[in-house]
T-cell receptor, first 113, second 114 residues
Framework: GDSVTQMEGPVTLSEEAFLTINCTYTATGYPSLFWYVQYPGEGLQLLLKATKADDKGSNKGFEATYRKETTSFHLEKGSVQVSDSAVYFCALSSQGGSEKLVFGKGTKLTVNP | DAMVIQNPRYQVTQFGKPVTLSCSQTLNHNVMYWYQQKSSQAPKLLFHYYDKDFNNEAYTPDNFQSRRPNTSFCFLDIRSPGLGDAAMYLC?????????????FGPGTRLLVL
């Protein structure tokens, strides 16, 4: 079945550091790929998405590129802020009529001033 | 703004006392989902509605039921909550156009079972 594997962390960085959170997936066909962010005590917010190979999703300084050859969708940000502290989930949604999201286990990011 | 709304944000119930959580949406989406999320874990899908068609996950306990009286509203009923049902419950929606869709989440209801 479909699956998502992401770096579990926790990840602790200083403000203005570079962030990478790795995400790889296994799926048949051409899934859509997502990064969701969850701030403490809140629901999930869509951070960015990509729907086909070589697409780059971007939002709030975060970027991720859909790499079919490596089945990856790594999240990057050039300079993190304290306000980026949250849990980040990589997820996929398969084609073929299924309405389900498959999540990775989440990566907790803490950014220190 | 179009959105997914969950009420209440915090719910306290007693062991074995039925509880209902509510979700509404202004996105006019066909699909509504209920997830359970325990501490430091990914959300776990309990069930979803495609319009009025109910789809239950095989592992979802019978103790959990859902109702969708119309497009906008969906309810999660826990008939006899146990201590292990304490969690964040997330509602989500998607347009439902053949998979690969974005799901939009509400803020969640945190359930405490005493």
């Amino acid at each position: 079945g479909d699956s998502v594997t992401q770096m579990e962390g926790p990840v602790t960085l200083s403000e203005e550091a570079f962030l990478t959170i790795n995400c790889t997936y296994t799926a048949t066909g051409y899934p859509s790929l997502f990064w969701y962010v969850q701030y403490p005590g809140e629901g999930l917010q869509l951070l960015l998405k990509a729907t086909k190979a070589d697409d780059k999703g971007s939002n709030k300084g975060f970027e991720a590129t859909y790499r079919k050859e490596t089945t990856s969708f790594h999240l990057e940000k050039g300079s993190v802020q304290v306000s980026d502290s949250a849990v980040y989930f990589c997820a996929l949604s398969s084609q073929g009529g299924s309405e389900k999201l498959v999540f990775g286990k989440g990566t907790k990011l803490t950014v220190n001033p | 703004d179009a959105m997914v709304i969950q009420n209440p944000r915090y719910q306290v119930t007693q062991f074995g006392k039925p509880v209902t959580l509510s979700c509404s949406q202004t996105l006019n989406h066909n699909v509504m989902y209920w997830y359970q999320q325990k501490s430091s874990q990914a959300p776990k899908l309990l069930f979803h509605y495609y319009d009025k068609d109910f789809n239950n996950e095989a592992y979802t306990p019978d103790n959990f039921q859902s109702r969708r009286p119309n497009t906008s509203f969906c309810f999660l009923d826990i008939r006899s909550p146990g201590l292990g049902d304490a969690a964040m419950y997330l509602c989500a929606t998607s347009s439902g156009q053949g998979g690969r869709e974005t799901q939009y989440f509400g803020p969640g209801t945190r359930l405490l079972v005493l």
